[in-house]
């Protein structure tokens, strides 16, 4: 598995992501969709954070945040960052 860099939330204005599609297939771009809507729910009914594991230009990042939105693009954090949806690798609950 590749390493990963664990970044602050503070740090997420200035990462380059990918522009590509980091999941392949149909079922695992469906249960990116399934984990973000349950990160959603869980950071808005008790600002619970969840790990989010992103690619960027410079590698595998992860950032522990909470997840206030989510549309077919981006999610919204805390603090009103954003992060592609498509440099999503997955997300884990806290």
């Known amino acids: 598995m590749e390493s990963v860099k664990i970044i602050e939330k503070e740090e997420l ?30 950071g808005n009914s008790s600002k619970g954070k969840s790990k989010i594991f992103f690619m960027s230009q410079n590698g595998l990042l992860e950032v522990e945040t909470t997840v206030w ?19 999503i690798q997955k997300i884990e609950l806290i």
């Open 13 to 42: 204005p200035s990462i380059k992501f990918v522009s590509y599609d980091v999941l392949n297939t149909k079922e695992e771009r469906d249960a990116r969709r399934e984990q973000v809507e349950k990160a959603m729910v869980l």
């Open 69 to 87: 939105a989510a549309s077919d693009d981006v999610i919204t954090l805390k603090s009103g960052l954003m992060i592609p949806l498509h440099a």
